[in-house]
T-cell receptor, first 112, second 112 residues
Framework: DSGVTQTPKHLITATGQRVTLRCSPR?????VYWYQQSLDQGLQFLIQ???????AKGNILERFSAQQFPDLHSELNLSSLELGDSALYFC???????????FGPGTRLTVL | QQQVKQSPQSLIVQKGGISIINCAYE??????FPWYQQFPGKGPALLIA?????SEKKEGRFTISFNKSAKQFSLHIMDSQPGDSATYFC???????????FGPGTRLSVLP
């Protein structure tokens, strides 16, 4: 157990809908990262937050957005969902000055 | 230039054998090279990592070999066990552990 929690574990929704994925980092970790894992794209970095501020952006679509709250938990919002958004979404956290990223168990999103 | 290449895509090894997975990168600014292990239905877990000022790092049965001039690094799993059967991802990062770029993964099967 990495100490990173993600909810929900599974999410099934329809095209055009909006969903919110939640992540709680390890105690004391200030950085949160979001990744998308699909069969054909592998693990893709989406976005990073550090202590509430956006720090880095990867291959994140404009339909997706994220935020990190004062208690350091983070939410990833996915809107106008398409079939191709079906994937595993992982959150990871790391401590200040740390190289390691600790991954949560992921949320499996299925868009029908 | 941000890509990390990984081979083979899949690997079958007999119990007790050596598993070798190779990765290559182009961006000489990468400063941290971790390997992650992922079991089905779980998030990736950090296995071992190396920085470019070191040519080899060993932790138990797992060894990273790093060739800076060739821009290649590899994971060796000695005395492979059926419990090692998982997908392995190499990665490279910029800026001290941020902005991870993952390889496409290698599915390892260790036969009993």
């Amino acid at each position: 157990d990495s100490g990173v929690t993600q909810t929900p574990k599974h999410l099934i929704t329809a095209t055009g809908q909006r969903v919110t994925l939640r992540c709680s980092p390890r105690s004391g970790d200030l950085s949160v990262y979001w990744y998308q894992q699909s069969l054909d794209q592998g693990l893709q970095f989406l976005i990073q937050y550090y202590n509430g501020e956006e720090r880095a952006k990867g291959n994140i679509l404009e339909r997706f957005s994220a935020q990190q709250f004062p208690d350091l938990h983070s939410e990833l919002n996915l809107s106008s969902l398409e079939l191709g958004d079906s994937a595993l979404y992982f959150c990871a956290s790391s401590p200040f000055g740390g190289y390691e990223q600790f991954f949560g168990p992921g949320t499996r999103l299925t868009v029908l | 230039q941000q890509q990390v290449k990984q081979s083979p895509q899949s690997l079958i090894v007999q119990k007790g054998g050596i598993s070798i997975i190779n990765c290559a990168y182009e961006n000489t600014a990468f400063d941290y090279f971790p390997w992650y292990q992922q079991f089905p239905g779980k998030g990736p877990a950090l296995l071992i990592a190396i920085r470019p000022d070191v040519s080899e790092k060993k932790e138990g049965r797992f060894t990273i070999s790093f060739n800076k001039s060739a821009k290649q690094f590899s994971l060796h799993i000695m005395d492979s066990q059926p419990g090692d059967s998982a997908t392995y991802f190499c990665a490279a990062s910029l800026n001290y552990g941020q902005n991870f770029v993952f390889g496409p993964g290698t599915r390892l099967s260790v036969l009993p």
